[in-house]
């Protein structure tokens, strides 16, 4: 697999790829999507090509590109990119609402990351030993019904939770970490097959006698 390098700036051709260009005129790359694999072309003198080779190139499939280079700013764009597109073709959409069905939350496409948090504020919230959301982009979620907010601190970030006036139910919230983001409590899809979490953070406060079987997942204190 080709090294991940550091790029300047990242600009959108007319062809519709990703070019990821470097410091300089003399390198860059190009991110292509085909299908479910992604083409990764490294070109000019940058790192890490070869001595005297004008291009490297690497084909992944599309999970495995977007798990090795999301953390990477560079290529944020293009993952995020890839991702809409993913979303938009893959038709998903689900339904989450209150115990008394008023306020629902229709999401499109996959989530961008669902994630376990064992704060003491999200088991307040919850009334449960962790909290389980998943996020997606605004854009993909659509609001039914009426609701009302709490706003709580988590350390030094401000959480708005949205409720049903009438049962009281949880059904989504936003964070200041997260802007143009929205998390929607899994539960309320009341989907066993719901993807299962990516990531499992605070674990500090976690609750000694719960144990994962998640392949994959991320644990942050």
Same mark, same amino acid.
């Given at each position: 697999?080709?090294?991940?390098?550091?790029?300047?700036?990242?600009?959108?051709?007319?062809?519709?790829?990703?070019?990821?260009?470097?410091?300089?005129?003399?390198?860059?790359?190009?991110?292509?999507?085909?299908?479910?694999?992604?083409?990764?072309?490294?070109?000019?003198?940058?790192?890490?090509?070869?001595?005297?080779?004008?291009?490297?190139?690497?084909?992944?499939?599309?999970?495995?590109?977007?798990?090795?280079?999301?953390?990477?700013?560079?290529?944020?764009?293009?993952?995020?990119?890839?991702?809409?597109?993913?979303?938009? *073709?893959? @038709?998903?959409?689900?339904?989450?609402?209150? =115990?008394? #069905?008023?306020?629902?939350?229709?999401?499109?496409?996959? %989530?961008?990351?669902?994630?376990?948090?064992?704060?003491?504020?999200?088991?307040?919230?919850?009334?449960?030993?962790?909290?389980?959301?998943?996020?997606?982009?605004?854009?993909?979620?659509?609001?039914?019904?009426?609701?009302?907010?709490?706003?709580?601190?988590?350390?030094?970030?401000?959480?708005?939770?949205?409720?049903?006036?009438?049962?009281?139910?949880?059904?989504?919230?936003? *964070?200041? @970490?997260?802007?143009?983001?929205?998390?929607? =409590?899994? #539960?309320?899809?009341?989907?066993?097959?719901?993807?299962? %979490?990516?990531?499992?953070?605070?674990?500090?406060?976690?609750?000694?006698?719960?144990?994962?079987?998640?392949?994959?997942?991320?644990?942050?204190?």
């Amino acid at each position: 697999m080709t090294t991940p390098i550091s790029f300047a700036q990242v600009t959108r051709t007319a062809t519709g790829q990703w070019s990821l260009w470097g410091p300089n005129s003399g390198g860059g790359a190009s991110v292509y999507l085909c299908g479910d694999v992604v083409h990764l072309v490294v070109y000019g003198d940058e790192s890490p090509l070869p001595l005297g080779a004008e291009h490297v190139s690497t084909s992944l499939p599309v999970d495995v590109y977007l798990k090795t280079y999301a953390a990477l700013p560079q290529h944020a764009r293009a993952v995020a990119d890839i991702q809409t597109r993913l979303a938009a *073709a893959s @038709g998903v959409e689900r339904t989450a609402h209150c =115990a008394c #069905g008023q306020l629902r939350a229709l999401t499109h496409g996959e %989530p961008k990351v669902v994630s376990m948090c064992h704060c003491l504020e999200c088991q307040r919230r919850s009334g449960s030993p962790f909290g389980l959301g998943a996020w997606f982009e605004k854009t993909a979620v659509d609001i039914q019904g009426e609701h009302r907010t709490f706003t709580r601190m988590v350390e030094d970030r401000r959480v708005i939770n949205h409720f049903c006036p009438n049962c009281g139910g949880p059904v989504f919230w936003e *964070a200041d @970490g997260r802007p143009g983001w929205v998390a929607v =409590a899994v #539960g309320m899809f009341a989907d066993p097959k719901f993807p299962a %979490p990516q990531r499992s953070v605070y674990e500090d406060r976690k609750h000694a006698w719960l144990q994962f079987n998640v392949d994959n997942m991320e644990h942050i204190p």
